[in-house]
């Protein structure tokens, strides 16, 4: 079984920085595009950052320029680097991705979440 583990939420005031974690462990062959969502209550779940395989990196336009994805292929994590945080950025931050295990086709999976709250 493969499971996807975020950490690295909580609270912060306005302008400052988080840095979160997802970890894919299990029997893992292989990792394609992961990326990063986020739902606030009432709200929809958005797209905040994506990464694919070979490193091209997609941004939600509120995120632009604020907000960096990235990935360790080695330790099979992708991070999300959230500077300049606003209050609006407050949500609910899942971690999402393609895995493949060995014998099987690419499958998506989704982690369990994690809290940011930006306030003072």
């Known amino acids: 079984q493969v499971q996807l583990v975020e950490s690295g939420g909580g609270l912060v005031q306005p302008g400052g920085s988080l840095r979160l974690s997802c970890a894919a462990s299990g029997s893992i062959f292989a990792m394609g595009a992961m990326g990063w969502y986020r739902q606030a209550p009432g709200n929809q779940r958005e797209l905040v950052a994506g990464i694919t395989i070979g490193g091209t990196t997609n941004y939600g336009d509120s995120v632009k320029g604020r907000f960096t994805i990235s990935r360790d292929r080695a330790k099979n994590t992708v991070y999300l680097q959230m500077n300049s945080l606003k209050p609006e950025d407050t949500a609910v931050y899942y971690c999402?991705?393609?895995?493949?295990?060995?014998?099987?086709?690419?499958?998506?999976?989704w982690g369990q979440g994690t809290q940011v709250t930006v306030s003072s």
């Open positions: 999402n991705g393609a895995i493949r295990m060995p014998g099987d086709n690419f499958r998506n999976y």
